[in-house]
């Protein structure tokens, strides 16, 4: 019988990883194994596809999501509406509704960052906070009435209510929804890698040669396909070698240049240095011989006299 490997499924994707374990296990129940062992194996592996298709469909929502969301665009929009109802009756010509807002404003002011975003914890908390105060406070519920508020706010209350008990039936329906793909992985893998184990076994102990036979095909079979996303994943993996390697030639290439960059500036700035020394020995052996030459020599003339009639006038 063929050996059969199976340790690189581990590095297959979910969809690959999903695709195989279904052609095999298909495989598997097309045989019609005989065996008892191998039998009940495959029975435990054949579960899997079905969590394998639900791993693979991770935008799978839950059907109380779009409903949970509605409530609390609902929610958030008659918030909105009450703390502008009563902003409004603050310009009441009626001085009663004028003090009815004004106790009102200050009994929604506490809660004004969390109440009015959108959220569905938060949010609630708030609601419950607030008709708390409420129920505790005479004043406020007579400026309730006083104001016509009644009826808003108990459907803001109804629709927290209906909230709470969809969010407490999403969250018991959590483990349908929510997937595993590691876990569900990790079992799928460990049972097909018993299969593998007990079938190469039950091959080296039966002396029934139908059965061997019949394990000689199913191996067979198995390494075919195998082979075909054997041969995908090392594609998959020599691709991203060599992109790799091609990054790092690439750094590589760059470094290099930057060196003989450097290096090539080095050897400008030591003769540009070498230049201006010349430069500055030239300017002051220039500059000793201007100044010599500028020295100025003092010369004495002697004065001499014409006779002018009967002056005498210094030439």
């Known amino acids: 019988m063929e050996q059969i490997h199976i340790g690189f499924m581990k590095d297959l994707k979910n969809v690959e990883f999903g695709e195989l374990f279904d052609i095999i296990s298909s495989t598997l129940t097309t045989e019609k194994i005989n065996n008892q062992l191998l039998t009940t194996i495959h029975?435990?592996?054949?579960?899997?596809?079905?969590?394998?298709?639900?791993?693979?469909?991770?935008?799978?929502?839950?059907?109380?999501?779009?409903?949970?969301?509605?409530?609390?665009?609902?929610?958030?929009?008659?918030?909105?509406?009450?703390?502008?109802?009563?902003?409004?009756?603050?310009?009441?010509?009626?001085?009663?509704?004028?003090?009815?807002?004004?106790?009102?404003?200050?009994?929604?002011?506490?809660?004004?960052?969390?109440l009015y975003p959108p959220s569905i914890h938060l949010q609630s908390r708030m609601v419950s906070d607030l008709m708390t105060d409420r129920d505790e406070s005479a004043e406020i519920q007579n400026a309730i009435g006083l104001l016509r508020l009644d009826k808003l706010i108990e459907t803001i209350v109804e629709i927290t209510a209906k909230m709470r008990e969809n969010v407490l039936l999403r969250l018991n329906d959590r483990d349908e929804y929510v997937v595993n793909g590691q876990e569900i992985r990790k079992a799928a893998y460990a049972d097909l890698k018993l299969f593998v184990q007990l079938m190469n076994n039950t091959y080296q102990l039966s002396e029934d040669e139908a059965e061997k036979e019949q394990l000689r095909e199913i191996s067979s079979q198995m390494n075919g396909q195998l082979k075909d996303f054997r041969t995908k994943l090392r594609v998959r993996n020599t691709k991203r070698k060599n992109k790799k390697d091609v990054v790092v030639a690439v750094k590589e290439l760059i470094n290099d240049s930057s060196e003989e960059k450097n290096q090539e500036k080095g050897i400008e700035d030591l003769s540009m240095v070498r230049d201006n020394q010349l430069i500055i020995h030239d300017s002051v052996e220039l500059s000793e011989a201007v100044v010599a030459c500028a020295t100025p020599i003092i010369v004495r003339k002697k004065s001499s006299t014409l006779p002018v009639g009967k002056h005498l006038l210094p030439i």
Do not use: F
Request: glycine share 2%.
């Open 43 to 114: 029975n435990r592996i054949l579960p899997h596809n079905k969590a394998l298709l639900r791993m693979n469909n991770k935008k799978l929502r839950h059907p109380l999501t779009p409903v949970i969301q509605e409530q609390v665009q609902s929610r958030t929009k008659y918030l909105s509406c009450l703390r502008l109802k009563v902003e409004a009756s603050m310009l009441s010509p009626d001085a009663e509704e004028v003090d009815a807002a004004e106790l009102l404003q200050l009994w929604l002011s506490p809660y004004k960052k969390g």
